[in-house]
């Protein structure tokens, strides 16, 4: 019975110490972790304080994919392994490369040894990593509670803007237009326009989210070298290729003033001289049709099809551009905003778009002429002249008798 007790005893003692020499032997979570893009994006390296406890780590790494719930992407899983620590044991790490890219965390650093893992890494994409300490090279020895910890890959340098032109819109103004870098590395929030004389001082302007810009406050009949940068939130891209331009001699040369007005140089600027019809500073306004008088326009002769509403204004205006005897009022108080007819011209009664032809599956006119009458009250309906009011009146009985 004695001898039983007692090998009981030890078999108890035998347990203890196994016990506590687990216990004694757990190691604590790593700390001060940091998590670093390194090369842009080939590699991420992972570091944490030196733990005299701990010989062995298991490290875990999410992806994008896989932190968004996608099951292709699976959790990465390297460890219990040993990994490279400084020599000062101060601080230990380990490499995560790019599975997109022909790289190797051995080749970048030879301390970096087996088992090497990769990802798919992308700019300004989030990554998770966990990393535990383990007494042994078995999964059971690790500190498990350790948290997960976040970091999202920075952006980098964007490659050179691409199909970089410039053209001169005056003596003052150039237009720049351009393409996106072909590796933008991140998301593009500035475009950089840098241009300069041969003699003269550096200039830029800044611009976001745009392809083309406008660069104002030039000299006129100047020649400038013009090139450009993008820029991501974290670093500036490479220089496009240098093109160059030269601004106009005076305002006028661009034609700035619009259906046919005549541009005259006024100091440093310009002054249109607008036709009948138009107004604005570059003639681009209609003038209200009650300002107009005597424009009525007689069409001639000749067979004609019904009356066509909601046509566009630009086709049915060639025919008076090109024949001086014949007068165009083109926009007036019976036309929409857009530049079609109105569809009740009987209420508006200022005009009509007769054409000579069309296309009745594409309603494309084929030859399209004016046929206006003049009103006495503008605004009033009733005050139609008699005669074009009775010929619109024959014209539709007779195209409703042609049609039955």
Known sequence: MIVLNLYHSAILLVGVIVISSKISGTSQSPSGIIVEAVQGLDFVIISWKYQESAKYYRIFFKEFNSMQGNSNSPLHEVGPMLVYCLAD??????????????VSCNKFNTNYGAPLLESKLEYEEPVSIKVEACTD?????????????????????????????????????????WSPPNQTRGTIVMYTILYKTDHGMKMGEEFRRVSRAIITGLSAKTTYSVWMTASTARKEGAKSNIITVQTYEDECVSNPCQHHGKCH?????????????????????????????NLCIDTGGGNKLPFQTNVSLEFCSGKC?????????????????????????RRHGLG?????????????????????????????????????????????????????
């Open 352 to 404: 009509i778009c007769k054409m000579q032809g069309v296309d009745a599956t594409e309603r494309v006119p084929i030859a399209c002429n004016y046929d206006y009458y003049e009103k006495r009250t503008p605004v009033s309906a009733g005050s139609i002249s008699s005669l074009p009011y009775k010929a619109l009146i024959r014209t539709l009985a007779l195209m409703f008798l042609l049609q039955k």
């Open 265 to 293: 140089v006024d100091g440093m600027s310009y002054l249109c001289n607008c036709s009948r019809a138009w107004e604005g500073a570059n003639c681009e306004i209609p003038e209200s049709f009650a300002m107009q008088k």
């Open 89 to 102: 044991n101060t601080t230990c790490s380990y490499c995560v490369s790019n599975s997109d890219r022909d």
């Open 321 to 345: 551009r090109e024949n001086l005897s014949c007068k165009s009022f083109e926009y007036g108080l019976g036309y929409e905003n857009n530049g079609t007819f109105v569809k009740s011209l």
């Open 137 to 177: 090279v078995y999964p059971d020895s690790c500190q498990s509670h350790n948290e997960w910890i976040n970091y999202t890959i920075p952006a980098g340098a964007p490659s050179a803007v691409r199909d970089v032109h410039a053209r001169p819109l005056s003596s003052k103004t150039v237009e720049v237009t």
